[in-house]
């Protein structure tokens, strides 16, 4: 098989590390986040309810992947790089302070608009709402108790920024995993004492962010950086840190947009396609986190770090491991959801208010989001390399063009294709983003792939083709929707292992 660990140790060990610890974590957090999801999916299924929270959780997290884990952390890390190889401790504490006192303020602002504007904000956002009163007003009241969840998520990827710089994974990775139980406790806990028991979700993911800052505080402090106050509007960190988010913005907030469009679009579909869609994301984003996002996570730093230091074959070589790993993890999940998809579907979520109706049409976007897995990864992960040489603006470039082929990809597709029709747009898009960014990384640095990742690739097409066929061998003839709960969780993990292990030989 050929596995990551034939790439030379010095150029990824510590990489391969780092995503261990990331992965770990993202694991842990991933598997809580479906213990929530089935809460979820159980008590309130894809009505009105599930609908308005789902979108009140959207802005938020918009909002979250645009500025704190996207334009703000892509911009704040290889400036914080850049700092850290000068070894001033005053000064980067210096700047770690000033830029948290200009966080805080703008994000204070944001969020005392957006409480004053939100009922017109989710007439923009969901207009569809519109038509039924009691769901927009729920909806309107949900989101405005989630929205501040945007100051503190904000303030706990700037301190992930820095604990990561120092290979300091573990605390920021393992901050998710409270937002969920937090959410699980406000669904069991304080959901029964509401009329609208999805008031006690949106309390879950505020109390949840108060509670993932304060964890970071203590890790901060251990390596000197105190989370406190020092006003310098004028530091020139932040000026460069704004100069790289204003096109880092608009690149990361064309996948953000492409999501909000989404819901903009399918808030004019029938009912409960809005929750269709969320549970197959949410089922996607479960090897996204694992390989995806923590490879994402893990590489920014390692990138920025040789970048500062000019070490281009350094950060070629990185790369080129990165994309392996990808490639060797994601094409078999990508095979085993799209084969496997309804069993996991009614194992996971199928009960109560998620009836066979909701299984199947999720299980329709979930294929439509599956075959996209690589690509969503690829973008992941190959943005970081334009990131860490200060290159906000191909990025950019690239999203824009894409964004625009995404909205009429939805118009066309969603027509006879409703849901699913924006769940594939959104796949195919991601395509000819990975594709275009390539391109121009290599036409811009010279990189290209070097006969590892080519013999990786090949090897993990041909593992999963042969372990698609045992999968869907195995699910013909184990596998029924009418099993009992515990049937079927013992049968779908029994082929998923099995699965494993054929892909494993035969790669």
Request: proline content about 5%.
């Amino acid at each position: 098989m050929s596995n990551p660990s034939s790439v030379p140790v010095g150029r990824g060990h510590h990489l391969l590390r780092a995503v261990g610890t990331i992965s770990f974590y993202t694991l842990l957090s991933r598997i809580l986040g479906f213990v929530r999801d089935v809460v979820i999916a159980r008590g309130f299924g894809s009505g009105m309810e599930a609908d308005a929270f789902f979108v009140a959780q959207k802005l938020p997290n918009f909002l979250r992947r645009l500025f704190a884990e996207g334009a703000f952390a892509t911009a704040f890390v290889p400036v914080f790089s850049t700092y850290k190889a000068q070894e001033d401790v005053a000064a980067i504490r210096h700047m770690v302070m000033a830029v948290f006192t200009a966080l805080v303020t703008i994000l204070m602002v944001v969020v005392a608009v957006g409480e004053l504007a939100m009922p017109w904000l989710l007439m923009v956002i969901a207009p569809g709402f519109g038509a039924d009163p009691e769901k927009y007003r729920l909806t309107v009241d949900l989101t405005r108790i989630t929205f501040p969840y945007i100051l503190l998520i904000s303030l706990v990827a700037m301190a992930g920024g820095v604990l990561n710089s120092y290979r300091r994974f573990a605390i920021p990775a393992a901050t998710p995993i409270l937002l969920n139980v937090f959410i699980i406790l406000g669904a069991e806990w304080a959901a029964p004492w509401f009329d609208r028991p999805s008031l006690g979700l949106a309390l879950g993911i505020l109390v949840g962010g108060i509670v993932q800052l304060l964890i970071q505080i203590p890790a901060m402090a251990r390596l000197g950086f105190p989370l406190g106050f020092r006003w310098d509007p004028r530091h020139p960190a932040i000026r460069r840190i704004l100069k790289l988010m204003g096109p880092s913005i608009l690149g990361v907030s064309v996948a953000q947009i492409s999501l909000i469009l989404d819901v903009f679009l399918a808030s004019w579909l029938p009912v409960g396609s809005i929750s269709y869609l969320y549970y197959a994301d949410r089922l996607v984003e479960f090897p996204l986190g694992l390989i995806g996002i923590a490879m994402a996570t893990a590489i920014l730093p390692a990138l920025s770090a040789k970048a500062a230091c000019g070490d281009e074959a350094g950060l070629n070589a990185d790369l080129e491991f990165a994309l392996r790993v990808v490639m060797l993890v994601n094409l078999p999940a990508s095979v085993a959801l799209i084969v496997l998809r309804e069993p996991i579907l009614v194992m996971l979520f199928q009960g109560g208010a998620f009836n066979a109706e909701t299984t199947l049409a999720t299980s329709q976007a979930l294929l439509a989001y599956s075959s996209g897995l690589i690509a969503f990864t690829g973008v992941k992960v190959v943005a970081p390399a334009f990131f860490a040489r200060h290159d906000t603006r191909t990025p950019v470039r690239v999203a824009i063009f894409c964004l625009l082929i995404n909205m009429v990809l939805n118009v066309i597709l969603m027509i006879p294709l409703k849901h699913v029709g924006l769940a594939l747009a959104t796949t195919l898009t991601s395509y000819l983003n990975v594709t275009l960014l390539l391109f121009y990384l290599r036409r811009q640095t010279g990189f290209r792939f070097g006969r590892a990742v080519l013999v990786t690739l090949g090897k993990a097409l041909i593992a999963s083709a042969i372990m698609g066929g045992g999968l869907v061998w195995a699910r013909d003839v184990f596998w029924h929707p009418g099993l009992s709960t515990l049937k079927q969780v013992s049968i779908v993990s029994a082929i998923m292992l099995g699965g494993l292990l054929l892909y494993l030989v035969a790669a």
